[in-house]
C-alpha cells in the first residue's frame, strides 16, 4: 500500500468529517478536484454542477434539512487510483427536503461512495445511499407507514481495517463476486449460492423480512429475475483490499413479471446498485449492499417522481 493511497483514504475520511459532519464547507475547496465531477444516485437529484460547489451544495442541502446529520464511516478501501466509502448517515428532519416539508422524524442508512483521485483530490464521485429506506423512514413516500429509525445506533468497525492486510487474494475476491453477477444474477443459477457464499453468511443491509443467510440470497435475487426476467447486471467498477470488495454495478431489465408486491408494468428501468463484500476462504461471508430501490420503482410507475426531480425529466441510476 503506497503512502499516497492511504493519504487519500484518510482525505476522504476528513473530508466526511469536516465538510458533512461539521459544516467546515471551506475544506472542500482543498480535498476536491476544481473539475470534479459528480454522479448523484437518481435523476431527482440536480445533476450537471462541477467542482467544489458540487459537494458543498449537496452537503448544505442536507444539512439544513438535518441540522444534526451524520455520515459514520464503517470501511473505507482504496487501489490504484479508487477509494470507496462505506458509511451510515443520519440525522433528524427538522426542515424540507426534496420538497417535503418536515415530519420531526429519524432516519438511519448505509451509504456508499466511489471517489476517482485526481492529483492527491477528489475528482470524481459515484454515490448511492438508501433513499428509499430513508424517505420511508422520514414518513416521506407513499405506501403503508413505516416507523422512523431507532434512536439507538448500531455498532460500527474500524474504517482503517484493510488497510495493511495482504491484498494478495483481491483479484480471487473480485471474481468470486463476478461470478455471482453473471451466474446467479444474469442467468439465475441460484444452486450457485451454495458454492461462493460462506454457510455462515450475514447481510448487514437486508430488506425486513428478508431469510437470513443464503436463504435470503435467494430470495433477493429471485424477486428481482421473476419482476425483470431479462435482468442484467453489469459490473462498473471493483475495488479490492484485504479481505474486502467494494463494487458498483447497474441493473437494468423490462418489468413483465411481479416485482415484490407490484404487478407487470412493461416498463424498462436501470438503476445503480453498490456493495461492500467480505470474502473468508474463498466464500461471500459479509455484505452491505444498496440497490436504487426508489429510481427503480418510480421508472416502473409505482412511485411518483417527486416534485425536486431534475429537468432531465426522468429518474434512472446515473451509470
Known sequence: MSSQQDQERDLVLEMYDEVWNQGNLDFAEGAVHPEFTDHPPTRFFDVGRTGPAALVEAAQNFRNAFPDFHDTPELVLTEGDTVAYLGMISGTQERELFGFPSKGRRMRVWGVNFFKMRDGLTAERWGQFDVLTMMQQLGLAPGPEVPEAAEEAPSFGDPHRARGE??????????????MVEEV????????VDEIFHPDYVDHAAPPGSPPGLEGVKAIFGMFRTGFPDVKFTIDQMVGEGEYVATLVHGEGTQTGQFIQFPPSGKHAVWRSVGFFRVEDGLIREHWGIPDLLGLLIQIGVIPPPAA???????????
Open 185 to 192: 444474477v444474469n442467468q439465475g443459477k441460484f444452486e450457485v
Open 309 to 319: 426531480m431534475s429537468a432531465s425529466g426522468t429518474v434512472e441510476a446515473q451509470v
Open 166 to 179: 495482504d491484498s494478495s487474494n483481491s483479484e480471487a475476491n473480485k471474481a468470486v463476486y463476478a461470478r
